[in-house]
């Protein structure tokens, strides 16, 4: 394989000189391939050769979990917690009563006060 310094083609060639193949780059981060009209063809036959008039396939379909789905998570995640951890209300009331107080964003001339 051989490149030469900002060369836009890459050509492998065996030991013996003979050209391989020969494929043009585009610039290194323009986001870009550049394909080669054999392998468009190629693309374009594989693409078109799956191509079916068929019913989709029913894998994808969305269904609700079944009973040995609810038994397997209810199973994963553990008994239920009891205690006053089971039952945990976050409070806001003195969040909210701080941030009435402020009257705006800290500044830096406050920090440093």
């Known amino acids: 394989m051989s490149v030469t ?7 492998i060639i065996t030991a ?10 585009a610039l290194d981060g ?13 693309l374009e036959k594989a693409v078109l050769g ?5 019913r989709p396939c029913t894998h994808k379909t969305r ?9 397997e998570a209810a199973r994963l995640r553990g008994p239920p917690a009891t205690g ?8 806001l009331s003195a969040y909210t009563a701080t ?6 964003a800290p500044t830096d001339e406050s920090r440093k006060g």
């Open 99 to 104: 941030a009435a107080r402020l009257d705006g």
């Open 30 to 42: 323009a986001g870009r391939v550049i394909r080669d009209d054999g392998h468009v063809a190629a």
């Open 5 to 11: 310094g900002s060369a836009r083609t890459l050509r």
């Open 50 to 54: 799956a191509f079916t008039t068929d």
């Open 63 to 71: 269904r609700p979990p079944s009973a040995a789905a609810l038994a």
């Open 84 to 91: 006053p951890a089971a039952h945990v209300v976050i409070d």
């Open 16 to 25: 013996g000189g003979a050209t391989v193949a020969v494929h043009h780059r």
